[in-house]
């Protein structure tokens, strides 16, 4: 196994006799197996690891600065670990595994008060066998963050944490039995996600005020659950769009005024055995709801005063429930 660690500036840094708290660039590369980088900054720099090869870990520390950027490639069938630590304003990190990478971790940590930073990671599995990566960013505090998580593969398994306002995340998905859990603590918070497959499963939770979220998920026997709490959340939730899919569900959980819930399930008549369930709490709460297909249930509860909920079910056998 080959080790290499660079701690707090550069090779090349430290042999022109730059200070310490200098900007620096860190260049690794490694190529075979059961390789080890430990890569270790401090103020605004660079570092850039490439692995090819199996069972390889990289780790990478930036703290302090502003502008830190990390870029981490690791090319093999896996199983690989690649951990990133960023503490500062505007960073900048991005993990990829490739090559029909299984059993790999990746993770991306920037915080406290990490603003405006940015977090990037694909992951590329063997559609064709069980994958099991695994991706983590957790913005822990902050404005104006963004996370993009794609992975590809069966039995994966993401987890995403940004606290603070105006904060951003992503997450496309493709592959089966895969589970993506999104959490968003502040106001004005955004998701976008999509899974394409079977038995996938999304959880978002939003305790905020002015949150959007939007989810969609093409295939059969898949789930959605959202939470909103605050004033003011909208959400989008989309189900079978391109060709229908039996055995989904939807369930939102929306409190607080002035709520919005849009909610389409089934396509031409492609479905069967879909559930819905919408629960809205507080004032002037909207849901507008489609749901095609035929054995299907809905159920819309809303409390208090001023709320509309507008329905439509299409197929045979199905069974509407709203209480007001």
Same mark, same amino acid.
């Given at each position: 196994?080959?080790? !290499?660690?660079?701690?707090?500036?550069?090779?090349?840094?430290?042999?022109? =006799?730059?200070?310490?708290?200098?900007?620096?660039?860190?260049?690794?590369?490694?190529? @075979?197996?059961?390789?080890?980088?430990?890569?270790?900054?401090?103020?605004?720099?660079?570092?850039?690891?490439?692995?090819?090869?199996?069972?390889?870990?990289?780790?990478?520390?930036?703290?302090?600065?502003?502008? +830190?950027?990390?870029?981490?490639?690791?090319? $093999?069938?896996?199983? @690989?670990?690649?951990?990133?630590?960023?503490?500062?304003?505007?960073?900048?990190?991005? !993990?990829?595994?490739?090559?029909?990478?299984?059993?790999?971790?990746?993770?991306?940590?920037?915080?406290?008060?990490?603003?405006?930073?940015?977090?990037?990671?694909?992951?590329? @599995?063997?559609? /064709?066998?069980?994958?099991?990566?695994?991706?983590?960013?957790?913005?822990?505090?902050? &404005?104006?963050? &963004?996370?993009?998580?794609?992975?590809?593969?069966?039995?994966?398994?993401?987890?995403?944490?940004?606290?603070?306002?105006? %904060?951003?995340?992503? *997450?496309?998905?493709?592959?089966?039995?895969?589970?993506?859990? !999104?959490?968003? !603590?502040?106001?004005? +918070?955004? *998701?976008?996600?999509?899974?394409?497959?079977?038995?996938?499963?999304?959880?978002?939770?939003?305790?905020?005020?002015?949150?959007?979220?939007?989810?969609?998920?093409?295939?059969?026997?898949?789930?959605?659950?959202?939470?909103?709490?605050?004033?003011?959340?909208?959400?989008?939730?989309?189900? $079978?769009? *391109?060709?229908?899919?039996?055995?989904?569900?939807?369930?939102?959980?929306?409190?607080?005024?002035?709520?919005?819930? /849009?909610?389409?399930?089934?396509? %031409?008549?492609? =479905?069967?055995?879909?559930?819905?369930?919408?629960?809205?709490?507080?004032? %002037?709460?909207?849901?507008?709801?489609?749901?095609?297909?035929?054995?299907? &249930?809905?159920?819309?509860?809303?409390?208090?005063?001023?709320? @509309?909920?507008?329905?439509?079910?299409?197929?045979?056998?199905?069974?509407?429930?709203?209480?007001?």
């Amino acid at each position: 196994m080959k080790k !290499i660690i660079l701690a707090g500036a550069s090779i090349a840094a430290l042999s022109m =006799g730059a200070p310490a708290f200098a900007q620096s660039t860190s260049t690794v590369s490694q190529t @075979g197996t059961g390789n080890a980088a430990d890569v270790t900054q401090t103020n605004a720099n660079t570092s850039t690891v490439t692995q090819t090869g199996d069972n390889n870990d990289a780790d990478v520390t930036q703290v302090l600065g502003t502008g +830190n950027t990390s870029t981490v490639l690791q090319e $093999g069938t896996g199983p @690989g670990t690649a951990t990133v630590f960023q503490f500062g304003t505007s960073s900048t990190s991005s !993990i990829t595994q490739t090559a029909d990478s299984d059993s790999d971790v990746a993770a991306v940590v920037q915080n406290p008060d990490a603003d405006l930073s940015s977090a990037t990671i694909t992951q590329t @599995g063997d559609s /064709l066998t069980t994958s099991g990566n695994q991706a983590l960013i957790d913005q822990g505090g902050g &404005t104006g963050n &963004t996370s993009v998580i794609s992975q590809s593969g069966n039995a994966n398994l993401v987890e995403n944490l940004q606290v603070g306002s105006t %904060n951003s995340s992503d *997450f496309t998905g493709s592959g089966t039995t895969n589970i993506a859990f !999104i959490d968003q !603590i502040g106001d004005t +918070n955004s *998701f976008i996600g999509g899974q394409a497959g079977d038995t996938n499963n999304m959880d978002i939770n939003q305790n905020g005020t002015s949150g959007t979220s939007v989810a969609f998920q093409d295939g059969a026997n898949s789930s959605v659950t959202l939470n909103q709490g605050g004033l003011g959340n909208e959400s989008v939730m989309d189900q $079978g769009f *391109f060709a229908g899919g039996d055995g989904n569900s939807i369930t939102v959980d929306q409190s607080g005024d002035g709520n919005l819930s /849009l909610i389409n399930q089934g396509f %031409n008549s492609a =479905g069967t055995s879909l559930t819905i369930t919408v629960d809205q709490s507080g004032d %002037n709460n909207i849901s507008t709801i489609e749901q095609d297909g035929a054995t299907n &249930t809905m159920t819309v509860n809303q409390t208090t005063d001023g709320n @509309g909920s507008f329905v439509t079910q299409s197929g045979t056998g199905n069974t509407l429930t709203v209480n007001q």
